[in-house]
């Protein structure tokens, strides 16, 4: 499935390509071959492939990408000395590697990460996945630039397709069904084909990913902000423990599935238009198309007006078409009770959990699913 990214083999018969002629033809056809070789390079699917991850930075993927300390520092567009920005890159560095370092005794004695893991992990990440999630997992790889939605960046700790509570991180389980299934209509692509073990240490890297992403920008915040040099440890632990299983709450469905009646559907139909209730109608139109007034009109943040709504890593987004029947986290209905109750992490479709009763969301899930039916397809 990656043929797309290895840019068919075309570096290395570039590279063997010699020119037996002098003059203007050969230097101009070296130069050629030389462009294309570094065209194609980042493209190129091999274990010694070029620091993808030092290139992403000058990448501009809006909010999605990876924070060096450098470009956090210029964000802030203040002058913190050089002195300042040494002693905080070194803490950030050495720090990482203590506490996040595949050999960290520390982060083996959380037992909060399968360690062992992480190095099969690595080579499956490296060769599945670094093309668009990038080789540090901040969602710019040299893949990602034309992809809507765009790759996750993992090193910003928000998942969208989690089974937990509002705001809390993914269960091992919830990122083993996205990368076993897939993200259907999106460019995730599903790695069924790849056996069960590497697809758990996939999922043990993308939790490490993550939480050596977070841990490395929560120290520059907390440093630019409070100007001195945060405690790694503290922030370590903070990071970690976030992860732990132990405080996960699962969101199961509050109640079993109650009949799909016509008089469900009509209830669903009702709550679905409530204005001052859950209005999903807002996003999602009256067709269920996703064109609905929030969607096509405009909105003023911080005095700037915007046209539409966005995600937290500032992509302009459209909700789901429910007339296609397409469901990005599964299309049973107990997957949509879980997205309808949990929300998307870092978009605006939020969660209902709490505002709705299990009865409810169970006939909005009727009636959602009888848009389906009706149009579309
Ligand atoms: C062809 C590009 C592509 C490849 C290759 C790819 N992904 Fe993704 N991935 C995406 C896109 C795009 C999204 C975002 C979809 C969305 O926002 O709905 C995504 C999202 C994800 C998510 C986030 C789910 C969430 O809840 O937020 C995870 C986890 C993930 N991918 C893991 C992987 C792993 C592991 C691999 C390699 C085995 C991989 N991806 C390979 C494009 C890709
Ligand atoms: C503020 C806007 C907004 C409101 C209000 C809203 N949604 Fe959404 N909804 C979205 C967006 C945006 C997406 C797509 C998120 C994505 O692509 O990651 C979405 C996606 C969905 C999905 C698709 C999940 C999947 O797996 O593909 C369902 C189902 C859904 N919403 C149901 C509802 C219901 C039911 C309500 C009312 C209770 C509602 N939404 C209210 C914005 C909204």
Redesign the pocket.
């Known amino acids: 499935m990656m043929a797309h990214l290895t840019g068919g083999g075309a570096p290395g018969r570039g590279r063997r390509r010699r020119p037996d002629r002098s003059g203007q033809a050969a230097v101009s056809l070296l130069f050629l071959v030389f462009a294309a070789v570094l065209f194609f390079l980042p493209f190129a699917r091999s274990a010694d492939t070029p620091e993808w991850d030092k290139e992403d930075r000058t990448r501009n993927t809006g909010l999605g990408r990876d924070y060096s300390l450098v470009e956090d520092l210029v964000y802030t567009g203040e002058e913190f000395g050089a002195e300042f920005q040494q002693e905080l890159t070194t803490l950030v560095e050495t720090s990482s590697e203590e506490f996040f370092g595949f050999r960290s005794d520390w982060l083996r004695d959380t037992g909060i990460l399968d360690v062992d893991r992480l190095p099969a992990g690595r080579r499956a990440f490296e060769n599945e996945c670094a093309g668009c999630h990038g080789r540090t997992g901040d969602g710019s790889g040299p893949a990602a630039t034309d992809l809507d ?1 765009r790759p996750r960046n993992f090193r910003s700790g928000v998942f ?2 989690t089974s937990t509570s509002t705001g809390q991180k993914p269960k091992r389980a919830d990122l083993f069904k996205t990368i076993t299934r897939g ?4 460019a995730m692509p599903d790695f069924r084909l790849l056996n069960e073990e590497r697809r758990h240490d996939l999922v043990e890297y993308v939790r490490w990913l993550s939480m050596k992403g977070e841990f490395e920008h929560i120290l520059v915040t907390i440093a630019l902000d409070e100007e001195e040099i945060p405690d790694a440890e503290e922030y370590a632990e903070l990071i970690v423990e976030r992860w732990d299983p132990a405080n996960l709450d699962s969101v199961f469905p509050g109640a079993p599935e109650t009949e799909r009646t016509p008089e469900s559907i009509a209830r ?1 139909r009702e ?2 238009f409530d204005a001052t209730g ?7 139109g009256d067709t269920g198309k ?1 064109d ?1 007034p ?2 096509t009109g405009e909105q003023e943040i911080d005095g700037e007006v915007f046209e539409g ?1 966005y ?1 937290d890593w500032g992509y302009r ?4 078409d ?1 007339s296609s029947g ?6 049973e209905s107990k ?2 009770y879980v ?2 109750a949990t ?2 992490g ?5 969660s ?1 959990e709490g ?2 009763s299990p009865e409810e ?1 169970w006939d ?2 009727h ?2 699913e009888s848009l389906g039916e009706g149009g579309g397809q």
Do not use: Q, W
Not at 317 to 320: L, V
Not at 346 to 350: A, I, K, Q, R, V
């Open positions: 939605p969208k397709f993200l259907a209509g999106s669903g709550i679905y859950a209005n999903c109608v807002s996003c999602h996703g609905g929030a969607v709504i995600d987004m459209f909700p789901r429910f397409v469901f990005r986290a599964g299309e997957d949509l997205t309808i929300g998307i870092g978009t605006p479709m939020g209902f505002v709705l969301i909005l899930i009636f959602v």
